[in-house]
């Protein structure tokens, strides 16, 4: 089912529960796998409250959707899920893209170990390098290469294709709202880490 219509029927069936409406209809009348899931516990337990699973098992279906359309948008630029963090890292960065491994296991939440492997296989692919601190003779910066910026540019371009096709029955207004809805129930899990 496309992504806009699950969202559509998400705000239309439960705006009264959620105290909002924000979506405009795109479609109407269909159910999916989660209202089924959902009816299915309510029969089964009608003691409790399965309302949150409307909202977490759409989000947590969409992850799975959504992680499958990143890999799809990096393969086609030859980078794997992983690749593209480390590279839009230090893209990100700005120029001249160059950060201490210490930084990017920071942003990346990885190991020193994971760090250091991910650098390893990313510079035997010419897509950073390791140069030489001017400050510190003991530390080591990582940069990010011409030919790693084309590809991480080059997938970045991709995916924010995918995701705006995905997006494209929702209004200006109603992904502004969207998003203004998610980020609290993100913020709440971010205050945990």
């Known amino acids: 089912m496309h992504l806009a219509s699950i969202l559509s029927f998400f705000a239309q069936t439960h705006a009264s529960f959620l105290g909002f409406k924000y979506l405009k209809t795109v479609t109407s009348g269909h159910s999916d796998e989660v209202d089924k899931i959902v009816s299915a516990w309510r029969e089964q337990r009608p003691d409790l409250d399965s309302r949150p699973m409307l909202i977490f098992s759409r989000v947590s279906r969409l992850a799975r959707h959504l992680d499958l359309s990143r890999r799809t948008a990096f393969m086609e630029n030859g980078l794997d899920t992983w690749e593209f963090d480390v590279l839009s890292v230090l893209r990100r960065a700005g120029k001249p893209y160059v950060m201490t ?28 390098k390791r140069v030489p601190s001017p400050t510190d003779r003991r530390a080591v910066l990582v940069t990010l290469t011409k030919e790693g910026q084309t590809r991480v540019d080059a997938a970045l371009e991709t995916l924010l294709a995918e995701e705006e096709q995905l997006l494209a029955g929702f209004g200006e207004d109603d992904r502004a709202r969207l998003a203004e809805l998610l980020r609290p129930l993100l913020l709440n899990f971010e205050a945990n880490d």
Do not use: F
């Open 101 to 128: 491994p210490g930084a990017l296991m920071t942003e990346l939440l990885v190991s020193s170990g994971t760090m250091t492997n991910r650098i390893d296989r990313l510079e035997a692919k010419n897509l950073v």
